[in-house]
């Protein structure tokens, strides 16, 4: 149809840039921003076989402070007590909430998957592709993929785009592709992560509470 966008399939493309990699005997630095422990639990398994990984957690969006605290210490405790193939690193990066109100600004009442999300993403993902540039790394990505409810399009559109403004390659991806959320449910279980019921900020949670008071 005239004007319909095809829609790529991001996981031939990491398939295709992972074969070049094991090709050319390299294992290359991986700044991957993740949003939580669950998310990160498969891509962690399947790229710390290819990549030394640096995990960016970056999520200003969470709300309230002490669900943001529980989910960066349940990141760390699983970064220390995975087995990989390479090592992998942990960066903090700022909880600066007052970017992530300014981005969602009149889009708080979006529904989930709308463009509030698609702001958050990119504010997210331009924090990990600056500071990939900073670090010298040789790829950036995010874990969000991973979940049914994130749109795999938008994050890997942002993320191109974001990569040649910063002069760093998005690691096109769509972690959920291979039996990848299902694989992160069960390294859940195996490590006895803590599995929020919302995505993360606070609209989501009035969200979640909306629908369980139905
Ligand atoms: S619902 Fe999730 S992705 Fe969307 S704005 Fe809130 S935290 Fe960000």
Known sequence: MAGAQQKENYQRILDKTLEAIVKEGRTPRL?????CAPCSSYVL???SQYFE??????NPNIYPEEEYRERTKEQKRLIGEMKTANPIHFLEGEYDTASFYAAAKG???DPEGGSRCFRCYELRLREGAKTAKEGGFDY???TLSISPLKNAQKLNEIGIRL?????VPYLQS???KK???KRSTELSSQYGLYRQDYCGCVFSRREEEAFACG
């Open 31 to 35: 700044l991957l921003h993740s949003c």
């Open 45 to 47: 398994e399947y790229l």
């Open 53 to 58: 990984i640096t995990v960016f957690y970056y």
């Open 107 to 109: 889009h708080e009442k």
């Open 140 to 142: 950036f990505t995010t």
């Open 163 to 167: 990569g040649q403004e910063y002069g």
């Open 174 to 176: 769509d972690f959920k």
């Open 179 to 181: 039996n990848g959320y």
